[in-house]
């Protein structure tokens, strides 16, 4: 495998691949690394990159595997982290200069990927605040759409995004109150899902935008995602598990009604792919029904 494949495997076969012993963790994160030096200058991903801890990171992952304690389900796999999330030792930007000091602790999300065995790469882009639908700030600069970079790569999880699709991570950690982990995800060409509120810890907040806003993951596959998601989330059935089950017939609404306030129309071509996808999905036998909110 050279080093394009590996760094669109996506988490869960780059898992795979690691606790194989057919790739190890320097590798993965040394492929991400080199990408984030070439790419990142022109897609702007990132706010900061933690080159040498997560080296020394991948170092401790591999003497684990070799010392037969590997087990973990995403050793050596490195992650992202939205800068609106806590990771210790740097600050929680939100997209602007106001921030306070660099934080003491993770943020039990960021503990829980650590505990899984992940590797934490850097922090991601967001727009001011986390409050717009595409990321660009006056401190941080505009966060480019890898697919073409005349286009954003959405928000507020926009930098998180931008990185999985340009393989410069192998999943990422974003959040989501009004879309920000669904629109990257679509302006991305990749899977994000927004749980429902109390799956996954929000510590230290106590109460994201009031309710509104929950931690999820941005990944390359459904199968990433239920891993990922697996590794932090609060108890129940394994949603690997889950993915891995050919489901039943499902009940399946589509809408294509913008939803309000937005005043914006959505082009042919978004209208076509949301109606093929519909008649996909009635080809394989699930009952799909046309539901506007």
Known sequence: MDSSDLAYAGLARQADLF?????SARELVDVCLSRIEVIDPTVNAYRVVFAERARMEADQADARRRAGAGERPLLGVPVAIKDDVDVAGEVT?????????????????????????????GKTNVPELTILPFTETPTYGKTRNPWDLQRTPGGSSGGSGAAVAAGMAGAALGSDGAGSIRIPAGCCGLFGLKPQRGRVPMAPVEDGWRGLTVLGPITRTVADTARFFD???????S????????PGRLRIAVS???????TVKVAPEQLQAVQDTAALLRGLGHDVVERDP
């Open 256 to 262: 294509t009604k913008v939803p309000p306030p937005l």
């Open 19 to 23: 606790a194989a012993g057919e790739v």
């Open 231 to 237: 590794a932090v989330k609060d108890g129940g059935p």
């Open 239 to 246: 949603f690997a598990e889950a993915a891995a089950r050919v």
């Open 93 to 121: 930007a939100f997209g602007t200069d106001a921030h306070g000091p660099p934080v003491t602790s993770d943020a039990e999300v960021v503990r829980r990927l650590r505990q899984a065995g992940a590797i934490i790469l």
